[in-house]
């Protein structure tokens, strides 16, 4: 009996994943990505870090891509107790959205930099996304996928355009059509990166700094919030 319960034990370690995995940045190689437009994006790389077990059955998985001017390591503070996922009970996957500056994007695009990336849509991104999880993961149907803002527009885009690998989608401050306000934003953004792009700053880049001055971030870590992830189903 000590004997077997000392070789179940041994088992136990050793199929668990390092501890120094937590969180590293990695990355999903995924060729070539095409686009809605039917442009595509070469050496396509999708990035994302992993905190919590994901189960055997692997159906604990919550992901969660990065809202506007985020990436994966400025959102770890939404996890634990207490926050949007409860990394005790499911496998959080923060992912880099295309063109955010980590996953393949007009900065770091060696075959296609600068103006010569294609333009992208929001069902550009999560089917990429999709790929990484479905492809490079392993990970055929998500627990839910959770974003904020921009985030949150592709989680609804993950419910309408893949149902079948997402058992629930919760979008926060996210808008399946933008009103007059979002319009404006995006557009004044746009024309402020049309005129930083003649300086020859990335337009990523700059994208990144003025999301960064111009929008928030969800709330902080500590404030008195449902976990929606953990919500049951109605």
């Known amino acids: 009996m000590r004997t077997s319960s000392f070789v179940a034990a041994v088992l136990v370690v050793s199929l668990a994943p390092p501890l120094s995995a937590q969180g590293r940045q990695e990355f999903a190689e995924l060729g070539t990505c095409p686009t809605v437009r039917g442009e595509v994006v070469l050496d396509c790389r999708i990035g994302y870090r992993t905190f919590g077990r994901l189960n ?11 809202w506007h001017g985020g990436r994966s390591e400025t959102m770890i503070f939404i996890l634990g107790d207490g926050g949007w996922v409860d990394t005790t009970r499911h496998f ?3 992912m880099d959205k295309l063109g955010n500056g980590v996953s393949t994007s007009p900065s770091n695009s060696r075959s296609q930099p600068g103006s010569a990336f294609p333009r992208l849509t929001m069902g550009d991104l999560v089917t990429a996304e999709r790929r990484a999880v479905v492809e490079h993961l ?7 996928v959770i974003g904020w803002s921009m985030g949150g527009m592709q989680a609804i885009e993950w419910a309408l355009r893949f149902p079948d690998v997402v058992g629930r989608a919760i979008s926060v401050a996210g808008t399946p059509r933008m009103g007059n306000y979002e319009l404006y934003f995006i557009r004044s953004m746009l024309a402020l990166i049309d005129l930083g792009t003649r300086t020859g700053l990335a337009p990523d880049t700059l994208a990144l700094h003025l999301a960064i001055s111009g929008t928030r971030s969800p709330p902080r870590q500590g404030t008195r919030m449902h976990s929606p992830a953990t919500a049951s189903r109605p």
Not at 56 to 65: F, G, I, S
């Open 56 to 66: 055997e059955r692997k159906d604990n998985a919550v992901l969660v891509p990065s």
């Open 92 to 94: 959080a996957i923060l």
């Open 138 to 144: 392993g990970i055929r149907r998500l627990h839910a």
